[in-house]
C-alpha cells in the first residue's frame, strides 16, 4: 500500500480492481501476469491434433491468439479474471416424459448480463486508471478463459474440464479484462480434485476420454447446442433427457454437492417453462412460439432447429 494525503495507507491497484469488481456485482476476480502460455498451449494444441474440437474449427483458427493474448492486445501485461455465480436451488425433472436444459440456460442469457457487468468494470477502471488501455471478453473471442481464472487463483480446472471455485463450485460464468496495467498476480489455484474420478464415470456417453480431455463429438453440451445436423445412434441412446446442454458432470462433482450458494440475481432465476418442458408438447414447436419463449435466452443458440432435434433423440432416447 501507499499512503494518501492524510497519513493513511491508499489501496494498492489490485485492491481497487477487487473493489470496483465487487460493486458491479461480481463473485469472485484474480490477476495473472500475461504472457504467452506454454504448457496449456501445447495441451490445446494437442487436444485439437486430436480432433476433440468436433465442428468447432475456430478453435483451431485463431489458436495463436488463443495462446498469447499479447496478440489481442498489443503491450497487454495482466488478465484480470472474474466470475460470477449462477446457481438456483432448483432440480432438473426425472420424469421421462420431460426434457432437461443445462442450469445456466434456465434464465436470461448470461452474455449479456455478463457483458453489461465487465463494461462496467472495464469503465470503472478507465477512470481510476488513465491511460491503461485494454480488452474485454466473455466467451465472445479467442481467450482461454479457464487457464487464465485457474492462473489468477479463481479456482482450479477440473477433470471434467470446467473450472472449480471453492466457494460455487463450478456454477460460475467467466470473463476476463486484458490490460496494459502491469498488476501483481495472484497465486494460481491448486488442483483440488484429488482421485475422486465421478465426473468420468458419470458421462452419459463418456466424452471425458481421460480426466481433462473432452471429445466434443460425444459430449452432449456439445451436440445439442453446437452441433448441426443428425448424431451418431452411439450417442444419441444416451440422451437421457437432455435437449439443450448437459449438467451430468457437475451435478456429481462433490464440490458442487458441498459448494454452493444460490445466486443473487433474479435474472438466472429459471424461467418456468425451461424447468421441466414436456417433450411431446414441444416436439412441434413452431417458429412463433419458440422465438417468443427464447427471447434473451441462451437456447435461442440452438436455433428452433437443433432444439426440434433434440427433443426427437430425448424422446427416442428411451432414457
Known amino acids: 500500500m501507499t499512503e494518501n494525503h492524510h497519513g493513511a495507507a491508499a489501496p494498492t491497484p489490485e485492491e481497487r ?6 460493486s458491479v456485482g461480481f463473485s469472485k476476480v484474480g490477476i495473472a501476469k500475461a504472457g504467452s502460455l506454454g504448457e ?15 465442428g468447432m474449427r475456430w478453435m483451431g483458427a485463431r489458436y495463436e491468439e488463443r495462446r498469447d493474448p499479447g496478440k489481442l492486445l498489443p503491450g497487454a501485461r495482466s488478465v484480470v479474471s472474474i466470475a460470477l455465480n449462477y ?3 432448483e432440480r432438473h425433472s426425472d420424469r421421462p416424459e420431460t426434457g432437461k436444459i443445462s442450469r445456466y440456460a434456465w434464465g436470461d442469457d448470461y452474455h449479456r448480463i455478463m457483458a453489461e457487468r465487465l463494461e462496467s468494470l472495464w469503465e470503472l477502471m478507465r477512470k481510476e486508471f488513465p491511460g491503461t488501455e485494454g480488452k474485454w471478453y466473455v466467451d465472445t473471442g479467442p481467450v482461454m478463459e479457464k487457464v487464465w481464472a485457474a492462473r489468477s487463483g479463481i479456482g482450479w480446472i477440473g477433470k471434467h474440464a470446467n473450472l472449480i471455485t471453492e466457494e460455487y463450485g463450478s456454477w460460475v460464468f467467466l470473463g476476463e479484462i486484458i490490460t496494459t496495467m502491469d498488476l ?7 488442483d483440488r480434485c484429488g482421485t475422486c474420478m465421478l465426473c468420468l464415470e458419470a458421462c452419459p456417453t463418456r466424452a471425458i476420454v481421460e480426466p481433462y480431455v473432452v471429445d466434443s463429438a460425444r459430449c452432449l453440451s456439445y451436440l445439442t447446442i453446437e452441433h448441426r445436423g443428425e448424431v451418431s445412434r452411439e450417442v444419441r441412446d444416451h440422451f437421457q433427457g437432455w435437449i439443450f446442454g448437459c449438467d451430468v458432470c457437475q451435478d456429481v462433482c462433490p464440490w ?19 424447468l421441466a418442458p414436456v417433450l411431446e408438447e414441444w416436439a412441434g414447436m413452431d417458429a412463433e412460439t419458440f422465438g417468443r419463449l427464447f427471447q434473451g435466452s441462451p437456447v435461442r443458440r440452438t436455433k428452433r432447429e437443433g432444439l426440434m432435434r433434440n427433443v426427437r433423440l430425448a424422446r427416442l432416447s428411451g432414457r
Not at 501483481?184 to 491448486?190: T, Y
Not at 458442487?256 to 433474479?266: I, P
Open 17 to 22: 480492481i477487487r473493489t470496483l469488481s465487487r
Open 40 to 54: 496449456e498451449g501445447l495441451r490445446l494444441k494437442a487436444w485439437l491434433e486430436r480432433g476433440f474440437d468436433a
Open 87 to 89: 446457481y438456483t436451488a
Open 184 to 190: 501483481e498476480p495472484d497465486r494460481p489455484s491448486l
Open 256 to 274: 458442487n454437492r458441498k459448494f454452493r450458494v444460490v445466486s443473487e440475481d433474479a435474472r438466472f432465476a429459471p424461467r418456468a417453462e425451461n
